[in-house]
């Protein structure tokens, strides 16, 4: 059965580091997704991602994050300077298009650490 | 703005014994209806979905939840409880798009134990 897949699945950085995460959604989707759960909260949306371009952010999804889909099977989301508060499990997640779209299928996460 | 309340942080329940985890919504318009389960170490797995028709939904693993449109719920149950249900639960709502690219907005979860 197809799955998302992420990379790696736990990263430790420096504050003020780039970090990129990587994520292969399912091949046959178009629309590509990143959520994030701080440790014992909710799970949180950050952003959308459709046609190469962003469908929708969230507010936490400010300057400092980017997402790209850097070729046919790669979706990444760069954090350009990493602060404590950035530490969480992020997801990646993908869906089909049309009516099949509203399933959304999830990776199983990379655990963020930033010292 | 949608929100998901899961009124239960923990639960724990004997091995055999029914479940039933709430969910309560708040959207403006028509939802669509998510439940997810998080194994540890794993990601999320959706359990079932609702968007319309009948309103007791059956998912995977013998699951089934049932929308109450007059009670903004959405709440998830199992007749008999396997010791490998254990794993955290969350509810979540979108809304109806089409096309796609809907956000999920999800519950805080809630971790049920079961005890053998």
């Known amino acids: 059965e197809p799955e998302v897949t992420q990379t790696p699945s736990h990263q430790v950085t420096q504050m003020g580091q780039e970090v990129i995460l990587r994520c292969v959604p399912i091949?046959?989707?178009?629309?590509f997704y990143w959520y994030r759960q701080i440790l014992g909260q909710k799970v949180e949306f950050l952003v959308s991602?459709?046609?190469?371009?962003?469908?929708?952010k969230s507010e936490i999804f400010d300057d400092q994050f980017s997402v790209e889909r850097p070729d046919g099977s790669n979706f990444t989301l760069k954090i350009r300077s990493t602060k404590l508060e950035d530490s969480a499990m992020y997801f990646c997640?993908?869906?089909?298009?049309?009516?099949?779209?509203?399933?959304?299928?999830f990776g199983p996460g990379t655990r963020l650490t930033v010292t | 703005a949608q929100s998901v309340t899961q009124p239960d942080i923990h639960i724990t329940v004997s091995e055999g014994a029914s479940l039933e985890l709430r969910c309560n919504y708040s959207y403006g318009a028509t939802p669509y209806l998510f439940w997810y389960v998080q194994s540890p170490g794993q990601g999320l797995q959706l359990l079932l979905k609702y968007f319309s028709g009948d309103t007791l939904v059956q998912g995977i693993k013998g699951f089934e939840a049932e929308f109450k449109r007059s009670q903004s719920s959405f709440n998830l149950r199992k007749p008999s409880v396997h010791w490998s249900d254990a794993a955290e639960y969350f509810c979540a709502v979108g809304p109806l798009l089409t096309g796609g690219g809907n956000k999920l907005t999800f519950g805080t979860g809630t971790q049920l134990k079961v005890e053998l």
């Open positions: 997640a993908s869906s089909e298009g049309g009516s099949l779209s509203y399933e959304q299928y």
């Open positions: 091949s046959n989707h178009l629309y």
């Open positions: 991602f459709y046609n190469n371009e962003i469908s929708e």
